[in-house]
């Protein structure tokens, strides 16, 4: 992978907040030091249940040194190995299962433990690992960096797992599907240090040699990729935040650079956290770890991590906190199921940036940001937000800047304006969350409760914005005589690979006295209505309240332009072949065939006239011939003869 690719979208992070690139080289995508065992069946055979991880830190360097402690449950087959995800180039010292010592090997990534005898099915054992060793940073997701920050002269040593790389540091299952049930973080470093994790900060307890050891614990479910640490010279800024329907208030932790200057150049923005949690919690059901806290630790990353109850990140943008608290309903509450699903989080944590501008600042800034993240969609033709099996351990296109974020956070922004309510949109999230809560889902998941509780199916916009691709285009004329509007809707696809998209679409007819909006769904390449409607209209707009990613060409009033005697087709009716003709043909223009379903059988363009067309392998029947020329469609009708 280029070195540019980071840096672009790295840039982008650092504005619209999300998942982090660090400000480091990058080999090969998949690599030894990223890509876990989720595949081996033997990790099939146990459940992690508890992690406890006891590291000396420092802020110096990734040299870590301690121990890591797994309870397990072996499911219905007794076992006579245990196999970890852990990085080869980290020392294993020892192992002890339930205390005592037991055989291991580790290589290839993969620490296999050996117990004396088979562990029974159902059986609970602990497995200590004592181990050290310098972390690797030459990857593009390395698990542990030490970075200093140059502004605040502060070095930092922190941790980003997502989502290969926590073998770099502890060793794990890497498997998305298993949550622990609780995990202990313990952290020893310098007196002069803070070291900030996951859960709340039970007990430090100072040690010899000047040292202090941070206990932290979270007995909330928590995905292998979210156990995090950072340590630094930080200063704890803290307060409390009354969530709606509580009685108690919940922590709100920043470890920030112990320096005055950054609390009085960044406390506002903190300080806005406490609208931020409380939108959310309104919104989506009270924030999901609320006996713990929520926190951040700040350090030199590209954007933020969303590490359950303490994120990390490099600044306090409001869009990066928007986005990365966000994570804590959607991506750590609920996990996505498969990385192919990283919709699950992405998408939603994307859209909860729009969500966040429309409730706190205005729909002025709502609609900007919907606007810029189209037009980044539509940067690029084609792409799915679902990631194809074949690139489910390619990090590039799992977190695809533009497909799983903002084509993501797009089409739900759709799914509401299908709902066209509200109440039932957010009753939806709520609804989605309590299922999967502490768990793990996927796209089809989502569905699910969408159509249980909507009353609808939608397979096809499914199949169209999730698993398929590109985006339409419109081009719409209309004309209205004799109190009947009549509109006639002519879509592109961007890709072959989804010819046809259905919208549910608001046409605002605008009369000399006020307006109106109407919905129509498209089903096809072209559709046609008419409809009674008294007054004068004056103009037409498409999708007023912006809920489609979609390129409006152009909606023309086609009685102010010859629509019907700028284009001819004969002979008509036509056998084989039917010659088109248009005057202006010094420039390319657009040429569609659409069936009488609307579906498009034939798409080119010239710039030469007449242009004969091939009906060989038409249905006898009546076709629509489409010329879109700079913004307007010019449409006829030819008969195909019996054959």
Not at 350 to 373: F, K, N, V
Not at 549 to 557: F, Q, Y
Request: charged fraction near 20%; proline fraction near 3%.
């Amino acid at each position: 992978m280029p070195f540019i690719f980071i840096f672009v979208v790295a840039f982008r992070l650092i504005f619209s907040g999300g998942w982090s690139i660090p400000a480091a080289s990058a080999s090969g995508v998949q690599n030894a030091h990223r890509i876990g065992n989720e595949n081996d069946p033997r990790m099939d055979r146990y459940d992690v249940k508890f992690y406890k991880i006891d590291l000396e830190v420092t802020d110096a360097s990734t040299y870590l040194a301690g121990s890591a402690s797994i309870l397990i449950q072996v499911l219905d087959i007794p076992v006579e190995e245990l196999v970890f995800d852990l990085l080869s180039d980290l020392t294993v010292d020892s192992v002890m299962l339930d205390g005592r010592i037991a055989g291991f090997t580790h290589e290839g990534n993969q620490l296999i433990v050996a117990p004396a005898k088979e562990i029974g099915a159902q059986q609970k054992i602990l497995v200590t690992v004592f181990y050290k060793g310098l972390g690797v940073q030459d990857q593009w997701i390395s698990g542990v960096y030490n970075t200093r920050q140059d502004v605040w002269n502060k070095r930092i040593t922190w941790t980003l797992s997502e989502s290969f790389a926590a073998l770099n540091w502890f060793p794990c299952k890497q498997v998305l599907a298993d949550k622990a049930d609780s995990a202990y973080i313990f952290l020893t470093t310098d007196r002069s240090l803070k070291a900030g994790s996951n859960g709340r900060l039970e007990n430090t307890v100072d040690l010899p040699g000047n040292k202090i050891r941070y206990e932290w614990k979270t007995r909330y479910p928590i995905a292998y990729y979210l156990i995090s640490f950072a340590v630094a010279d930080y200063y704890d800024y803290s307060f409390y935040v009354k969530l709606p329907g509580r009685d108690d208030s919940l922590l709100v932790q920043n470890y920030i650079y112990d320096t005055l200057p950054y609390l009085e150049e960044n406390k506002s923005d903190i300080d806005k956290i406490h609208g931020m949690i409380t939108l959310y919690s309104d919104l989506f059901g009270i924030y999901p770890f609320v006996s713990e806290k929520y926190g951040h630790c700040v350090a030199p990353l590209g954007g933020g991590m969303e590490h359950q109850t303490m994120t990390t990140l490099a600044n306090f943008s409001f869009l990066l906190v928007a986005h990365e608290l966000a994570h804590q309903w959607f991506g750590d509450y609920v996990t996505c199921g498969s990385w192919q699903d990283i919709w699950i989080n992405e998408g939603f944590a994307s859209y909860a940036e729009y969500i966040a501008c429309q409730y706190l600042q205005s729909q002025t800034d709502a609609d900007l940001w919907m606007a810029d993240a189209r037009t980044f969609v539509k940067s690029e033709t084609g792409g799915s937000v679902y990631v194809p099996e074949a690139f489910s351990t390619n990090e590039e296109r799992i977190f695809d800047y533009r497909l799983s974020y903002k084509k993501g956070a797009a089409i739900i922004h759709m799914i509401r304006g299908e709902l066209q309510n509200d109440s039932l949109f957010y009753s939806i999230l709520r609804d989605y969350l309590d299922r999967h809560k502490n768990d793990v889902a996927t796209g089809e998941d989502f569905k699910k409760v969408l159509e249980e509780r909507s009353g609808r199916d939608f397979t096809v916009f499914f199949n169209q914005w999730y698993y398929g691709e590109g985006y339409p285009s419109i081009t719409v004329n209309w004309k209205h005589e004799q109190d009947t509007l009549h509109l006639y809707a002519f879509l592109t696809s961007s890709t072959t690979v989804t010819p046809v998209f259905e919208l549910l679409t608001g046409y605002k007819i605008t009369f000399f006295k006020g307006d109106t909006i109407l919905y129509r769904r498209h089903q096809a390449n072209y559709d046609e209505w008419k409809m009674y409607l008294p007054g004068k209209i004056e103009n037409i707009r498409v999708d007023p309240e912006k809920y489609l990613l979609l390129t409006v060409n152009g909606v023309n009033d086609i009685t102010k332009y010859p629509a019907n005697t700028k284009l001819y087709l004969a002979p008509n009716p036509a056998d084989n072949r039917i010659s088109i003709f248009y005057p202006d043909s010094n420039r390319e223009i657009k040429i569609f065939v659409v069936d009488s379903a609307g579906k498009t059988l034939f798409k080119g363009q010239t710039d030469s006239f007449p242009y004969s067309l091939d009906l060989t392998g038409y249905r006898s029947g009546s076709y629509i011939v489409l010329l879109e020329d700079e913004g307007r469609i010019y449409s006829g009708k030819f008969i195909r003869n019996s054959r």
